[in-house]
């Protein structure tokens, strides 16, 4: 059974840093895309930053310049380094990969169960 499972998360004051990491673990066939987005009350889930299927890297504008998304290929593994973080981004994040497992026939997305990241002014 593919599973995401995340790190990382905490309490922050502003202007401080956090690194969020996410491992997808078993019978994986390939990894296509992967990425970080979040959740805070009332709003949808929106996009954090992600690597695309050709590799290229997707952030959001209010991120940009301040957070930053890698990812080792041979451990199944994402990270996302938030620094100058703001109380606005305070809100679950969720690991998400688009993956096919080793017996499966097809692409499909995958969650993980979500990491609080609070930022305190």
């Known amino acids: 059974q593919v599973q995401l499972v995340e790190s990382g998360g905490g309490l922050v004051q502003a202007g401080g840093s956090l690194r969020l990491s996410c491992a997808a673990s078993?019978?994986?066939?390939?990894?296509?895309?992967m990425g970080w987005y979040r959740q805070s009350p009332g709003k949808q889930r929106e996009l954090v930053a992600a690597?695309?299927?050709?590799?290229?890297?997707n952030y959001a504008d209010s991120v940009k310049g301040r957070f930053t998304i890698s990812r080792d290929n041979a451990k199944n593994t994402v990270s996302l380094q938030m620094n100058s973080l703001r109380p606005a981004d305070t809100a679950v994040y969720y690991c998400?990969?688009?993956?096919?497992?080793?017996?499966?026939?097809?692409?499909?997305?995958?969650w993980g169960q979500g990491t609080q990241v609070t930022v305190s002014s």
């Open positions: 690597f695309t299927d050709d590799g290229s890297t």
């Open positions: 998400n990969a688009f993956l096919r497992p080793l017996f499966a026939g097809a692409f499909a997305n995958y």
């Open positions: 078993g019978r994986i066939f390939s990894i296509n895309a």
